[in-house]
């Protein structure tokens, strides 16, 4: 007979050092999932009692109540409450508090204690207590709580062990079921702060990291200065680090495509294998490294305690265009992914800045732009040097990164004025202390974000590039025809119908063939192109040549620029319309966002080219 | 005094939170947050360039960061 282990939540206050519990506690054995009907993340694991037998761990969002101000709260209360339909009920809990932090923390331990669960008190970050200066009797805790108490520090594995044995006894032995006593949150604050103040042992001026490294970082004038540096090295970092991986890929897939084709003889199969498949494939998982260099900034950045700081500076400047310090993070995320970015707005409180950082999250300038910007950037731009230090090709990089920045701001001022009316935004946010991030924690996270991105490309992409692949090569041209392959080619008629829209802002035949299937993902504009010249030079070298000096040869200065311009606006990729739409819980934002995009983008593009061409470019 | 006038770097006890002055989802999360009336607070440091605001403060033992709107309905009384 199988039985389902037991499920055990874990749940706590944002900060708490849940997830590094969470981590310690279940190891690189993660799975992420969304919990059914919302796409709030949800983390499982197994971990394993002393005797071996599983048990199923999942990390709940952080939360400070059981009465929800933001999605993933809400999430977090229906999971303990047994309420999420099709998800079951756990059969313990583990309440993570922050030792250093009980005033505050110990009022959410009240009410989920009171839920009458079996539960164990994991007492976290103890170390971190020690060192500013406090005592604490945990003993004397799990008396006042009714529940035992482990003190833990999970970075370093203490206490696990008898975290689990409790954890084992507290599932076998359920106390006899508490009522659940309404009382006011007033006095369970108070409660709370009778317990910690009794628990406290001992308090002496502990050293304050925190406070002093906030005097700098928070510095009125220092602080702005310390987050544009941080950003600047970041994209430096992005592009910097990241030349050398890209060449070792790079010229990875160049032998693998140079080995099928010695091996192989000429044909339709050995075209789908170098054409299709490698060349589609290989030049978007070419952006890994980017990819991962920006998530570990953004990881570290969370991890260490100063996105929220980066939030404080940030939050007077995005209350000009109606947001607050609450939408950094998730846009800043959105350089990444709009993705995860659109997820991370879930923390947001009030809804109206939440659909509105939604909608604008596409115009932060995401990484599969980059392919798209890299390769029409190193085939039109000079890389000559504008002054010491200052690249004429990086210039233009960062100059599109902006007009994605300020197009976003555009976006949110109007769409908080005229379409959710919101008059005020707000901020409340709790400031974590400053920690060191943990290697292995980073690497996980790191390890989960590469693996969505590869399998991203290996479905989606894959995917489309093998369809686009299809579309390209049939029907044959006829022998000896004057016709190229690719005018003739099913993909090449469709581009037809679609050429006329958008022969006006200055895009040729070519570029309205990778448009459509750039809607799979922005990356596959590029491995279109390639595939489209691919096929085309066939029969000659230049297919060895790569994708920069053909597009030069081909493309007008203006007919670039443009290019550029739309993929600045155009909201491109699927999967970003669909997590709209599950995030907004229907189709009428993500139609809003798509119109509103391909708007902006369509007049970007032709005011650019009909610019360049006045220029005469 | 309220919040928002207070000295950095003072002892204060929270004397009346306004509620009503608040919406209620900020106050909810000000609750949640810790914040009554007889909690110590402290004003740590003021916001960016010549905003000064927001303002992050420390109540029981945690830092937060709120807006100078919010601030204003915290009536705060410095400790000796």
């Not at chain 1, 071996?52 to 109540?65: F, H, K, Q």
């Not at chain 1, 032995?173 to 009382?183: G, H, K, L, R, T």
């Not at chain 1, 294998?273 to 920006?294: C, E, H, Y």
Request: hydrophobic letters at 50%; a neutral charge.
């Amino acid at each position: 007979m199988t039985e389902m282990p037991p499920l055990v939540a874990l749940v706590g206050n944002p900060n708490a050092g849940k997830s590094a519990l969470f981590n310690a506690l279940t190891g690189a054995r993660q799975k992420i999932a969304n919990y059914p009907g919302v796409t709030v993340e949800r983390k499982s694991g197994r971990a394993t009692f002393a005797d071996g037998r599983p048990v199923e761990m999942i990390d709940l969002p952080g939360a400070y109540s059981l009465s929800p101000d933001s999605l993933d709260e809400a999430v977090t209360r229906d999971v303990v409450l047994g309420n999420l339909q099709g998800h079951r009920r756990p059969d313990a809990l583990v309440i993570v508090l922050d030792a250093g932090n009980l005033d505050n923390h110990l009022r959410f331990a009240l009410e989920l204690i009171a839920q009458g669960l079996p539960t164990v008190v994991a007492l976290n970050m103890i170390d971190l207590a020690e060192r500013d200066g406090l005592q604490l009797d945990s003993q004397k805790l799990a008396r006042a709580l009714g529940v035992p108490v482990i003190e833990t520090v999970a970075v370093r594995r203490r206490g696990l062990e008898p975290l689990m044995i409790q954890l084992e006894e507290a599932l076998h032995n359920p106390s006899p079921a508490i009522e659940p006593v309404a009382i006011s949150i007033g006095a369970q604050n108070q409660r709370a702060r009778d317990i910690a103040r009794s628990v406290i042992i001992n308090e002496t001026a502990g050293r304050q990291w925190t406070r002093r490294l906030d005097a700098v970082l928070l510095h009125p004038v220092g602080g702005v200065v310390i987050l544009l540096a941080l950003l600047f090295l970041m994209f430096q970092a992005v592009y910097g680090w990241s030349e050398a991986p890209i060449g070792w890929i790079e010229s990875g897939f160049a032998l693998l495509s140079d080995g099928i084709k010695n091996a192989m003889p000429d044909g339709l199969l050995r075209s789908f294998l170098t054409d299709g498949v490698i060349a589609g494939v290989g030049s978007v998982i070419v952006f890994l490294p980017q990819i991962l260099i920006l998530f570990l900034f953004i990881l570290l950045l969370e991890a260490s305690g100063y996105m929220t700081r980066a939030a404080f500076v940030m939050d007077r400047l995005m209350a000009a265009v109606g947001l607050s310090g609450h939408s950094f993070i998730p846009l800043l995320s959105s350089f990444a992914c709009a993705i995860p970015g659109i997820m991370a707005t879930r923390t947001i409180m009030d809804q109206k800045e939440r659909l509105a950082t939604i909608l604008i999250s596409p115009l932060m300038t995401c990484s599969a732009r980059l392919p798209v910007y890299t390769v029409i950037i190193g085939a039109f731009i000079p890389a000559s040097n504008i002054g010491p230090g200052i690249g004429l090709q990086g210039l233009v990089l960062f100059g599109l990164y902006i007009a994605g920045i300020l197009g976003a701001m555009l976006a949110a001022s109007a769409i908080q004025r005229f379409v959710t009316q919101s008059r005020t935004s707000s901020f409340l946010i709790e400031m974590p202390r400053y920690q060191w991030p943990r290697v292995s924690d980073i690497a996980l996270n790191l390890w989960q974000r590469a693996w969505v991105f590869l399998r991203r490309a290996g479905t989606i992409i894959f995917a489309a590039t093998i369809i686009l692949w299809a579309l390209l090569s049939f029907p044959k041209a006829p022998e000896g025809s004057n016709i190229s392959q690719v005018e003739y080619s099913v993909a090449g008629r469709i581009a037809d119908g679609l050429e006329p829209i958008v022969r006006p802002i200055g895009f040729n035949h070519d570029i309205a063939l990778a448009l459509i299937p750039a809607m799979a993902a922005r990356e596959v504009a590029v491995s279109a192109l390639a595939t489209v010249y691919a096929i085309d030079a066939a029969d000659d070298d230049a297919a060895a040549t790569s994708l920069g000096p053909k597009l030069a040869a081909d493309w007008s200065l203006a007919t670039a620029l443009a290019f550029l311009a739309w993929f600045v606006f155009a909201p491109q990729c699927i999967s970003t319309i669909a997590v709209t739409r599950r995030e907004t819980n229907g189709w009428k934002w993500p139609i809003f966002m798509v119109t509103y995009l391909f708007a902006l983008a369509y007049a970007a593009a032709g005011i650019t080219y009909w610019t360049a061409r006045s220029f005469g470019l | 005094m309220q919040l928002d006038h207070l000295p950095l770097n003072r002892m204060a006890v929270i004397r009346t939170i306004h509620w009503d002055d608040l919406p209620d989802q900020e106050g909810h999360r000000l609750r949640s947050l810790g914040f009554e009336p007889g909690v110590a607070i402290e004003a740590l440091h003021k916001g960016i360039l010549m905003w000064r605001d927001p303002l992050a403060v420390r109540v029981g033992r945690m830092t937060v960061a709120l807006r100078t709107n919010v601030a204003a309905a915290i009536d705060c009384e410095l400790s000796a």
